[in-house]
């Protein structure tokens, strides 16, 4: 299918998804998001081993949602807009591949909370995040209360949504809500590399251990062991185990077929 807010890339194993909206710094508005939906609902997981999300332009990732599709919204419509963002975040969350932000510029409310939604987040020097909803008069609608609390721990996701504030790059690094923090000009060069060094590895384990990440996250320690067990058991049924161990024991170097 051919976007008009999305540019797709595919370069192998590796899909690399632009939103671009560049005269709206990226804003997310239903449009978007339901493009957005159709691609993660159509995407390859077998083909794609890793999916980097960006935004076009240098200034912004995504800006946040589209305050003008929004300001006229009242109580149902506006949960339904929340239950769109939220869904499609929340594929983003569940695909079985590696999602890598790649944050160029502002993110900020909606775009913030795409970039929690991927699995590994790493920006740009020139990066500002941010849930700047209340000064809105309205709450994170994307699922930003849930997973920044989770993410930062509760007291600084409170801080950060109850001020509105703006942080910096730094900053966002040292609280955890970002892995690692580049020059612009590497930024997507440093996130392909993540990528082929994922992408390297036995998809399906990969795959595995992302599902009981999220999955054990708020099981009780017994039940997340028994669930790690269970798939770490199931690896033994796959081809790219008995390829991983041959080559470890015959000191090479496996290529892996998602098997």
């Known amino acids: 299918m051919d976007y008009k807010f999305l540019q797709v890339v595919h370069e192998e194993y590796l899909c690399t998804l632009t939103i671009s909206a560049p005269q709206s710094l990226n804003a997310l508005n239903s449009s978007i998001l339901n493009e957005m939906r159709d691609f ?3 995407i390859d997981t077998k083909a794609t081993r890793c999916l980097i999300i960006t935004g076009d332009g240098p200034k912004s990732f995504v800006a946040g949602a589209d305050i003008s599709e929004m300001a006229g919204l009242d109580a149902q419509q506006g949960e339904a807009f929340g ?14 591949i590696p999602v890598i932000a790649a944050i160029n510029g502002f993110a900020l409310g909606g775009g913030c909370e795409l970039a929690m939604a991927c699995d590994i987040r790493i920006c740009s020097n020139n990066a500002r995040f941010g849930q700047p909803e209340v000064g809105l008069g309205i709450i994170p609608g994307f699922s930003g209360t849930y997973r920044l609390a989770k993410l930062i721990g509760m007291g600084m996701a409170k801080q950060l949504i109850f001020t509105g504030k703006n942080i910096k790059a730094d900053e966002a690094f040292r609280i955890g809500l970002v892995n690692a923090v580049y020059e612009p000009e590497q930024l997507m060069e440093e996130a392909k590399k993540m990528a082929a060094s994922i992408m390297a590895n036995a998809p399906i384990a990969v795959a595995y251990a992302k599902q009981c990440i999220n999955e054990e996250y708020d099981l009780a320690a017994d039940e997340a062991i028994a669930y790690e067990n269970r798939l770490f058991g199931q690896c033994f049924a796959t081809a790219d185990q008995k390829a991983g161990m041959r080559a470890f024991l015959d000191k090479g170097k496996a290529t892996f077929e998602g098997r």
């Open 83 to 96: 239950k769109r963002g939220a869904g499609v975040f929340r594929l983003i969350e569940t695909l079985p």
């Open 40 to 42: 993660l609902e159509n």
